[in-house]
């Protein structure tokens, strides 16, 4: 197994459910011209049985000093629960939120085509969104393409038909109506 530097934390689950992690960024200001204002990473991490349960121990490649917003999908038959969670990086120690994260979350299911979702590029790929696919826990990876009318670099999402989707977009509070 490579070497991971950083902080790292772990969680205990039933082997019926599967947990993922984002760490929330918030944009620099002189980024914000051409950013949004919140983008996500997903956390790596490393997974071993213990009986009937799984101990994920998830990686936080660049711990900021002040502590990590957390976002915690944990996927189970049917449906997902969403937490709010903070990093104390001085302590290691994860604690669950009261108060919620400014966050769209929706299911998206098209019975009739494949569908797109499109997204606006940053250099480092960085966005305030992603699409889960929740059998498998994994992003739908984006298609990046030139948006000839826009002049700029977009983003694309391919959903398939007749398949459910979870979809999260972090969002300023003052956007929201």
Known sequence: MEEI???HFSITEPETINTVIYKVNKTEKEFLD??????IERLKYSEEYIGANKKKTFFLMDPAPEGNQLLIFSFGQDKVVVNNGFLETSTNAVRISNTPVPMRYQTLYN???V??????Y????KRPMTIIDPETTEEVKPKLYFD?????????C???????????E????KDRN
Request: no cysteine; net charge positive.
């Open 5 to 7: 530097f950083g902080k």
């Open 34 to 39: 051409k950013s949004p204002k919140y983008t």
């Open 111 to 113: 019975d009739k085509d």
């Open 115 to 120: 569908e797109y979702r499109e997204f606006e």
């Open 122 to 125: 940053t250099p480092n790929l």
């Open 148 to 156: 000839e009318v826009a002049n700029e670099v977009k983003g694309k």
């Open 158 to 168: 391919t959903l398939q038909a007749k398949k459910t989707y979870v979809m999260f």
């Open 170 to 173: 972090l969002e300023d509070k």
